[in-house]
């Protein structure tokens, strides 16, 4: 069974950094890219970037392009992504998710308050 | 890629059919002769799931009751007879370009 684990909930204050973690099991961890989706209270879905395993080469989309970080472990199978210069507007739940050109299996979500 | 989902909410009796639209404003065909068209639910309090990838072929686990069809630019997401746990928000998506991979605005459905 497929199974994407996220570490828990965060408060940071405005300009902190959060990093959040994934861990994977259930499949072969380089076969398919990492992908986070951030989604802020009551709104839709955002995607934020993606890690290919099996090169570390990274896609960001352009909004969070400069502040975002994602990388992957293959030695723990867990993937992360690291978001610098926090502000209120990142406060979301961030899901972690695997696929090659559509999420297909999803962690259970990770929620990031951005409050002084 | 801007995605257009319509309608934003429906409400429907158990056992009727419902249908979401999705448009795109370009074509989602990629020159590999795939289209990179997705559909997901999010339940109350949950992960999105995915229910349907390139258009049509349905995710391991997903009822029968969802269908995808649709190409280029239009797309459509049916439930042929709506159940109690079909309730929530659905997103498609589409992945032809990365990194510019977009959903769309969401249609939440509700059960009369």
């Known amino acids: 069974e497929v199974q994407l684990v996220q570490s828990g909930a965060e408060v940071k204050k405005p300009g902190a950094t959060v990093k959040i973690s994934c861990k994977i099991s259930g499949f072969t961890f380089t076969d398919n890219y990492r992908h986070w989706v951030q989604q802020a209270p009551g709104k839709g879905l955002e995607w934020v970037g993606l890690?290919?395993?099996?090169?570390?080469?990274?896609m960001y989309a352009e909004k969070f392009q400069g502040r975002v970080t994602i990388t992957a472990d293959t030695s723990t199978d867990t993937a992360y992504m690291e978001l610098r210069s926090l502000r209120s507007e990142d406060t979301a739940v961030y899901y972690c998710?695997?696929?090659?050109?559509?999420?297909?299996?999803w962690g259970q979500g990770t929620l990031v308050t951005v409050s002084s | 890629i801007v995605m257009t989902q319509t309608p934003l909410s429906l409400s429907v009796t158990p056992g009727q059919p419902a249908s979401i639209s999705c448009k795109s404003s370009q074509s989602l065909l990629h020159s590999d002769g795939e289209t990179y068209l997705s559909w997901y639910l999010q339940r109350p309090g949950q992960s999105p799931q995915l229910l349907i990838f390139?258009?049509?072929s349905r995710f391991s686990g997903v009822p029968e009751r969802f269908s995808g069809s649709g190409s280029g630019t239009d797309f459509t997401l049916k439930i042929s007879r709506v159940e109690a746990e079909d309730v929530g928000v659905y997103y498609c998506m589409q992945g032809i370009h990365l990194p510019r991979i977009t959903f769309g605005g969401g249609t939440k459905v509700e059960i009369k």
């Open positions: 390139e258009v049509s």
């Open positions: 998710a695997t696929g090659l050109r559509f999420p297909d299996y």
């Open positions: 890690v290919d395993p099996e090169d570390g080469e990274t």
